[in-house]
C-alpha cells in the first residue's frame, strides 16, 4: 500500500473566517502568541500496491474533485511508499 | 516565526462519507487504484518568534477547540522554526 497525502489549503489572500474564530478564541483558554490560523483539509488517499504514476494521479484527483483552483492551492506529498 | 501543524483525523473506525464520495467518484474521471480515502483537518498555526513551549500549548489549543476526542485523533508536528 501507498499512502498519498494532499493539504488543500485556502489562498494566502483568501479570507479564512474559521482560523479567525480560533485565533480569537485562544486567549479565552490561556495560550498567547500565536499570530495566525488557517484551517484548510488533509486527503489521505492510499493506493493499491500495484498502482503506478502515484504522483500523476493524485494531481488529477486534486484538480478535479479536491481542490478549487479559484481559492485554494493544494500540495502533493507521497509520504509511506511499501515494496510490494 | 514557528509553524506547527495539527492534523485532525476522523478515528479509523468511524465512517468517513465524504472520502466515500470521492473515492465513489474517481472511476469517472478515470483514476483506478485507490482502494481508501480519508478526509480530516489541516490545521497552521503560526506563533510569534518569542513564544516558547509550542507543542504544550498547541496540544491544549488541540484538545479545546481543533478536535472531537470522541471521533478524532489528532496529530502534531513542528514544521518550520526560524531562530529570531
Redesign the interface.
Known amino acids: ?1 501507498a499512502r498519498v497525502v494532499v ?3 485556502l489562498k494566502p489572500e483568501i479570507l479564512d473566517p474559521q ?1 479567525e474564530a ?1 485565533l480569537g ?2 486567549p479565552r ?20 500496491d ?3 504514476d502515484l504522483e500523476r ?1 493524485t494531481r ?2 486534486a484538480d ?3 481542490a478549487n483552483p479559484v481559492i485554494e492551492d493544494f500540495h502533493i506529498s507521497v509520504a509511506a511508499e511499501d515494496a510490494a
Not at 29 to 48: A, K, M, P, T, Y
Request: aromatic letters at 2%; a negative charge; charged letters at 25%.
Open positions: 500500500m493539504d488543500v489549503m482560523g480560533v478564541a485562544l483558554i490561556g495560550v498567547n502568541g500565536v499570530s495566525s490560523v488557517r484551517i484548510g483539509r488533509r486527503v489521505e488517499l492510499d493506493f493499491d500495484d498502482a503506478t494521479q488529477i484527483i478535479k474533485l479536491l
